[in-house]
């Protein structure tokens, strides 16, 4: 069995960056070690690897953190909510492992400024692009996972991610609310609902607006990181407007 280290990777951010220290001070809290070089190398984007002499990337702990994040968030759910039907898991499980909410995490963690990029993402933002920030998160599970086995991992993903569940079901946010709107206009004898777009932001971070137009009415209003998202988000007002009627 290999020896588990404490965090002291090589590579150290600049003075004055703590994301490095809050990564590991939660860690340190919840009592997992993780080995120095896999931490590395869940911080190393694939344009870092490719320019430093195509050295290993963070890909292959991003794919296993994929998983075990799955798993973990699979298991607190269905234990959790045993009221909900096969499909509602999903949706919930779904509403917070998302790209967007992982992201979030990693905005939280301040986990963007340690990413070794390549020149061209860093002089396009790449710390801050969504997808990068959601894969590098699960780059870290990954390693956590490898360093400290599943309970360290499902330790981490707790701490991080069930806040996420509880309020998103607390919400109900995470239920089809553009299904439940056609049917109600289904069954009024309206037309399909009907979504007006705009869009705002730079390429790496676009918010989108929905209207969702309802018997001629502008019902509902959605702002997301998608287009899906702010679809739900009108759908789900235009239901509260729409009450029992």
Known sequence: MPVVRPVRPAWQPSPGR?????????LAELGVEV???????????RSYAYEAGKIPSNERLEFLGDAVLQIVVTD?????YPDLAEGELAKLRASVVSAVALADVARQLEVGPLIKLGKGEIATKGHEKRSILADTLEAVIGCVYLSAGMGGAEA???HLFQPLVSAAAER????DFKTILQERCAAAGWEAARYEHT???????RLFTAEVVVDGRVLGTGVGPSKRRAEQIAARMAVDELGDA
């Open 18 to 26: 703590r994301g490095l220290s809050r990564l590991v001070e939660q």
């Open 35 to 45: 080995d120095a070089q896999l931490f590395e190398l869940s911080l190393t984007h």
């Open 76 to 80: 607190h759910i269905f234990r959790t």
């Open 156 to 158: 981490l993903i707790s």
């Open 172 to 175: 109900g946010d995470y239920a």
């Open 199 to 205: 869009v705002a932001g730079p390429d790496h971070d």
